[in-house]
């Protein structure tokens, strides 16, 4: 069955207050056109979940997007610095700042596909993340009696991912560093995709190289040439060093509008 | 800085020549290491680590890449596919911090913004968690890596009185330091303590004291081996774009 629409259509499936998993990792395959859209279309109190994300969730929360982060870090890497619109949005009570750590939502996204509650986690016993969130806590560990440290499941309604390949079906293939993303699919409800090429399912069928995401887990398939940018894609392009400046030095949320506006010819064909 | 300066004054060395060095060897040969996103520096040095001394270290990486023959490094991440290029497996980073829970891993380079000599370490906010007044990145895998890593190695950048703090806004994680590499000397965490291990000869003790927010207690007081020249050639091999300068070249 044909999954392949306009980002337009697939965006739609997200609804305000929905829990969402992003794909890629800091500014390595983020999902940046289905992040555009999400913008564009106002969606609202969105929690997101990421393990370390950059200018995806940087430019939501400039969106005004989004009620919580699940993360272990939020920030660009070295030469970008910080992510100033997520900062400033926690630090004004607009956001809430979720703090895990990486592994932590790994295992809470886990928790999820295996259909349980919770999760143990080794290492999370020292500090002040376990008492400070309620996402974490200590139980009785029934055979030996010893206490575990547990993370709360995470299972988000809707993870966006950008890929290099797909089939109309939804098979779907990453080339390069896959990152959680195929974690962060099979904990969710919905699965929305973007691609840089749409092959035939002949390309998967024929080959010994399989996809990585199956059909059946995916709701919408979008046809998105630099879907990824200015972020990177592996084996397709690398980052755009100048509109991840151009964003960062954005003051308010016209200018986001017009910064937007310069993708949507791409993003929306 | 001008490929040609350094190459011509191998001998010469900065902070960040003699912090990667300090890193690199740390690292011993059949380690398994890894590093994280904004890392350039613990990047640069397990490569060093196994172009000199710890030829079969493991180098582990976010995006997976299992000994990578890394050829150019990116000025903007230590994440990227690069790291998988030549790479002999895919072992992503939720196997390595497994690897880590079962006791597998070796060594971990992490960082953080505040460290008090109890071993506290906080990457998460200044003031109070819920109504910070600066929230920072996050601590990454640093909450479960550093109590379960054999060795986490710390290092950063800024040594100076807001960063050494009598006492932590936050306990992000804690106790089990290795060393902590800063750009003035090496800690080391000793029964609990975080004690001075060896001052850079870049610097002082009396410019550690004045730059640490608490009182700087040794056992034995001594220098940091400075690069030697086979170091520094393999450095400019390894990283002839000084990225490993760059968290200096930020401020």
């Known amino acids: 069955m044909s999954k392949l629409m306009n980002i337009q259509s697939a965006i739609a499936l ?187 399912e002949s390309r998967f069928r024929l080959s010994r190289e399989k996809a990585d995401i199956p059909h059946f887990m995916v709701s919408a398939v979008v046809h998105i040439k630099k879907g990824a940018a200015p972020c990177s894609c592996a084996e397709h392009y690398d980052i755009d060093r100048q509109s991840i400046l151009d964003f960062k030095a954005l003051k308010d949320k016209e200018q986001l509008a017009h910064y937007l506006t310069q993708y949507e010819k791409a993003d929306c064909r | 800085m001008d490929n040609n300066v350094i190459k011509e004054s191998y001998l010469s060395y900065r902070p960040c020549d003699i912090m990667v060095c300090v890193m690199a060897r740390l690292i011993e040969n059949n380690n398994t290491v890894f590093h994280g996103v904004s890392s350039h520096m613990p990047m640069i040095a397990t490569v060093l680590a196994k172009a000199t001394h710890a030829p079969d270290a493991v180098h582990l990486n976010i995006p997976g890449g299992v000994d990578p023959e890394v050829t150019t490094l990116q000025k903007y991440t230590s994440a990227g596919s690069e790291l998988t290029q030549g790479s002999v497996c895919d072992f992503p980073l939720s ?83 290795d060393k902590i590499v800063t750009p003035l000397c090496v800690f080391k965490m000793h029964k609990g303590e975080l004690l001075l291990d060896s001052i850079h000869p870049t610097s002082s003790i009396e410019e550690i004291s004045e730059n640490t927010g608490f009182d700087i207690r040794y056992i034995e007081l001594k220098y940091t081996k400075v690069p030697t020249e086979t170091e520094m050639r393999a450095l400019i091999r390894i990283d002839p774009q000084d990225y490993r300068n760059i968290e200096f070249e930020k401020k």
């Open chain 2, 95 to 177: 196997d390595i911090f497994d690897l880590s829970m079962r006791g597998g891993l070796d060594v971990a380079f992490l960082s953080g913004i505040q460290f008090d000599n109890k071993g506290n370490v906080n990457a998460s906010v200044i003031g109070d968690y819920h109504k910070p007044k600066v929230r920072m990145p996050g601590g990454a895998g640093s909450a479960v890596l550093i109590p379960t890593a054999k060795r986490a190695i710390i290092w950063r950048t800024k040594h100076d009185k807001r960063t050494f703090v009598p006492k932590v806004d936050f306990v992000t994680t804690r106790g089990n330091i």
């Open chain 1, 14 to 200: 997200i609804e305000n207050g929905n829990t969402v998993g992003i794909g890629g990792n800091v500014l390595h395959r983020a999902p940046m056109a289905l992040v555009r859209e999400m913008i564009r279309q106002q969606k609202r109190k969105l929690k997101i979940i990421k393990t370390a994300g950059a200018m995806d969730v940087d430019m939501l929360c400039f969106g005004e997007c989004v009620e919580s982060v699940d993360a272990g870090f939020i920030s660009y890497e070295s030469e970008f610095s910080l992510a100033d619109h997520y900062r400033k949005a926690v630090q004004e009570g607009k956001v809430k700042a979720n703090e895990h750590a990486c592994y932590t939502v790994m295992s809470a996204l886990r928790a999820a596909v295996y259909g349980i509650p919770f999760m143990p986690v080794h290492g999370l016993m020292e500090g002040d993340l376990i008492e400070v969130n309620d996402y974490f806590t200590r139980i009785n560990d029934p055979f030996s009696n010893e206490q575990v440290t547990v993370v709360k499941a995470i299972r988000p309604d809707v993870t966006i991912i950008h890929v290099q390949e797909a089939d109309e079906n939804g098979n779907a293939i990453m080339y390069g560093p896959k990152f959680d993303d195929i974690l962060l699919a099979k904990a969710a409800k919905k699965v929305i995709i973007s691609a840089e090429n749409i092959v035939e």
